[in-house]
T-cell receptor, first 107, second 117 residues
Framework: AQRVTQPEKLLSVFKGAPVELKCNYSYSGSPELFWYVQYSRQRLQLLLRHISRESIKGFTADLNKGETSFHLKKPFAQEEDSAMYYCALQGAQKLVFGQGTRLTINP | GAGVSQSPSNKVTEKGKDVELRCDPISGHTALYWYRQSLGQGLEFLIY????????KSGLPSDRFSAERTGGSVSTLTIQRTQQEDSAVYLC???????????????FGPGTRLTVT
């Protein structure tokens, strides 16, 4: 079965501090993982995907198959990073989302 | 071009009534998804349409929920005999066909906030 776990519902850090949003998954096949973000009053949108190995808005995420993790990291948080973040796994057909982490950046 | 649109944006209904939620996907997107976003529950998959294939209904929580997609475009999610626990934001997303190697990005609509009183 496919499962995505985001252990933190809420995460609060100060501006300029490093931030890490945790994501663990279970999937028997080769995983395709994503982070989606929803800013206040905006639509849910793709932030980054692991196969692209990209950095978007200073965020990166590395797939660790040994630990079955895909944590989202940013070295220096900015106030505009405050949002709801969802980790997602693409299974055979459908995208499965975690429960989300609400990130708040304090000034 | 226009993104995914959903209507209505807000719907308040009385318990026991039926509701219909509409989704207009991005033109040319053959895959369409419905999700439910409840407070504290994250995003819950409901149903997935892919071209002319039979839809994946595995996420529908009960037989009160159904969805159709007419002409490979517009989709309607129907909830019969609504219950208070149906209150949530219902999100629609569309994407291109999913190839084997590189899955395509899902584009989300603004959602319909359903409140059952």
């Amino acid at each position: 079965a496919q499962r995505v776990t985001q252990p933190e519902k809420l995460l609060s850090v100060f501006k300029g501090a490093p931030v890490e949003l945790k994501c663990n998954y279970s999937y028997s096949g080769s995983p395709e993982l994503f982070w989606y973000v929803q800013y206040s009053r905006q639509r849910l949108q793709l932030l980054l995907r692991h196969i692209s190995r990209e950095s978007i808005k200073g965020f990166t995420a590395d797939l660790n198959k040994g630990e079955t993790s895909f944590h989202l990291k940013k070295p220096f948080a900015q106030e505009e990073d405050s949002a709801m973040y969802y980790c997602a796994l693409q299974g055979a057909q459908k995208l499965v989302f975690g429960q989300g982490t609400r990130l708040t950046i304090n000034p | 071009g226009a993104g995914v649109s959903q209507s209505p944006s807000n719907k308040v209904t009385e318990k026991g009534k039926d509701v219909e939620l509409r989704c207009d996907p991005i033109s040319g997107h053959t895959a369409l998804y419905w999700y439910r976003q409840s407070l504290g529950q994250g995003l819950e998959f409901l149903i997935y349409f892919q071209g002319n294939s039979a839809p994946d209904k595995s996420g529908l929580p009960s037989d009160r929920f159904s969805a159709e997609r007419t002409g490979g475009s517009v989709s309607t999610l129907t909830i019969q005999r609504t219950q208070q626990e149906d209150s949530a934001v219902y999100l629609c997303a569309s994407s291109l066909d999913r190839p084997v190697i590189n899955p395509y990005e899902q584009y989300f609509g603004p959602g319909t906030r359903l409140t059952v009183t």
